[in-house]
């Protein structure tokens, strides 16, 4: 099909490009929108005229009531707290144990073959099978749920840690030992700063894993939080309750996510 | 004459892996007079690289040594797998390697700051060195923004702040472009002779080497011998490795190399597989 221009000066190539580029963004947001439009409407539609059971399946309204009455008796506050608080203290942990951990498989090669067996069992093996255990060990409480969030992205960190350390050009390394530097000069100067995207990337998959351990955790060993609340919801039949925890759930991922994303566009811009 | 500033005797290295024993440098001697450039030629793969790191000290020889003369007494060079036992010499790799995440300026110190050597004066005579070789006003840039022969003069001088006495130059110029090679190769030549460096460049370029050398030493095939000394001696009217390149004796001396390389090549291709 063939435009023409309506404006009286014809564009020039670049403009042209550049008004092509702001449509197809414009399509994008629009079509992402109208989705979630969709969705909400049809659900909210369907639940009214009766064509399935908003018992089971909520509805629009009925999750904007139950997250209005969380707000007003302030559950919602304490509960999603006590998650995004545990997460975060989840993913800091996992990104301290994961450097350190990946720091000394790189110094020590020997070190770094005997365990890579372990390793690799360990990250394959499903977390959260490991949960029961850590009740018994540690008890109901926030101790075991941080240590289920971190149980789920350690071993995963490390390896992807360890990997993208090694990765590193070998004759940057070389580089440092002609300038006169021990090995500790290769660490500081060439494999962290030039790990700095693999590090960031990690933490993106992290953050998620994070929040999986967590939620596990809480399902099992929770008197409050977003698990916690999605669990006792499922059993009094409080599906309104469920349905906006795993809402609430999604928005602190997507804000999480965001965050380690500023970072990386933070770090683009300044290199 | 002789007042040899490196000595090697009888240098021997062979690399080993779990399927056998790759013998790389065989029985090498040979002296280094003091302000001389010397190039190294040979076949590709034939151990010149090798040959670089042992004398740095990046690897250890299996047998013979290695000995630097620049304090009265003799002084064994590096033993060591970690290098900067012998702080005296400087190491130019193939390519820059500047780091992206360090403008020029920060790419330059990097020497000085593994050595913890930033004082005031080494950095002042930083700032002079890139305002002599034009890099000053990319000082603050990228690597990236630079072209090439402006990256490997940048490497340049970051291996010479550390003021080393010899340079060990890996084919420093077979990554650019013939036209940039040119220019950057009689840069560098002019400044390591303005400065009275010694120097040991490994090339397998062969007018490269005629043009900048006072010495040219041809390596055997795998494992590595030497195999002939030729001293250049060039009539010139001025001494840039552009103008060498029309000397007289030039095109004698090329063919004279161009035979026992390519006496070399052949050898090895006769060689029947094992």
Not at chain 2, 50 to 74: A, D, M, Q, R, Y
Not at chain 2, 176 to 185: A, E, G, I, K, N
Request: proline residues 4%.
């Amino acid at each position: 099909m063939r435009t023409t221009s309506k404006t009286p000066r014809p564009l020039s190539n670049q403009e042209k490009y550049e008004h092509f580029h702001r449509k197809q963004h414009r399509i994008i947001t629009l079509a992402r929108l109208f989705i979630l439009g969709f969705f909400l409407a049809a659900w909210e539609f369907s639940a009214c005229r009766g064509y399935i059971d908003s018992f089971f399946f909520s509805s629009p309204s009925k999750v904007t009531l139950c997250f209005i009455d969380m707000v007003k008796d302030l559950t919602f506050f304490s509960n999603t707290g006590v998650t995004l608080l545990e997460t975060i203290i989840s993913f800091m942990l996992v990104f301290l144990i994961g450097m350190i951990s990946a720091t000394i498989l790189w110094y020590s090669r020997r070190c770094s073959e005997i365990l890579e067996p372990y390793l690799v069992v360990l990250n394959s093996l499903p977390k959260s099978a490991l949960a029961p255990l850590f009740i018994v060990w540690l008890g109901t409480g926030i101790n075991t749920i941080i240590v289920a969030g971190i149980s789920v992205a350690i071993f995963g960190s490390i390896i992807n840690l360890y990997t993208g350390f090694k990765q590193v050009d070998e004759e940057k390394i070389k580089l440092i030992y002609t300038l006169g530097g021990k090995k500790r000069d290769a660490f500081l100067k060439v494999i962290l700063p030039g790990s700095i995207p693999t590090i960031l990337s990690n933490m993106k998959v992290n953050i998620g894993l994070a929040l999986v351990g967590v939620i596990i955790g809480e399902f099992l060993a929770a008197r409050r939080g977003l698990g916690y609340l999605i669990i006792y919801g499922s059993q009094v039949f409080q599906l309104n309750l469920v349905i906006t925890s795993i809402i609430i759930l999604c928005l602190i991922a997507m804000g999480l996510y965001q965050i380690i994303q500023g970072l990386e566009h933070y770090y683009k811009k300044k290199v | 004459m002789n007042n040899p500033i490196l000595e090697i005797k009888d240098i021997c290295y062979s690399y080993h892996t779990l399927k056998g024993e790759t013998p790389a440098l065989s029985h090498i001697s040979f002296q280094v007079e003091k302000g001389e450039f010397l190039a190294i030629a040979g076949p590709s793969g034939c151990g010149k690289s090798t040959l670089l790191s042992v004398i740095f000290g990046l690897l250890v020889p299996e047998s013979g040594e290695i000995l630097f003369h620049v304090t009265p007494k003799e002084m064994p060079a590096s033993r060591h797998q970690t290098a900067g036992i012998c702080p005296k010499m400087g190491y130019m790799l193939q390519h820059d390697h500047l780091f992206e995440w360090r403008t020029i300026y920060q790419n330059v110190i990097l020497g000085l700051e593994i050595n913890h050597q930033l004082t005031p004066d080494k950095i002042d005579r930083v700032t002079e060195m890139l305002k002599d070789y034009d890099l000053y006003k990319f000082k603050d840039k990228k690597p990236s923004e630079l072209s090439g022969g402006m990256k490997q003069r940048a490497a340049l001088i970051r291996t010479l702040v550390l003021d080393p006495e010899i340079l060990l130059l890996d084919e420093p110029f077979s990554a650019l472009d013939y036209q940039t090679r040119l220019s950057v190769s009689s840069d560098i030549c002019n400044i390591i002779r303005s400065t009275g460096k010694t120097a040991i460049l490994i090339t397998h370029d062969l007018s490269e080497a005629i043009s900048l050398a006072d010495r040219i030493l041809v390596m055997s095939k795998r494992p590595a011998t030497i195999k002939c000394d030729f001293p250049i001696h060039l009539t010139l009217s001025d001494d840039s490795p552009l103008a060498s390149r029309n000397a007289p004796e030039y095109q004698g001396y090329f063919n004279k190399l161009w035979k026992e390389i390519s006496d070399e090549n052949y050898v090895q291709n006769t060689t029947p597989l094992k």
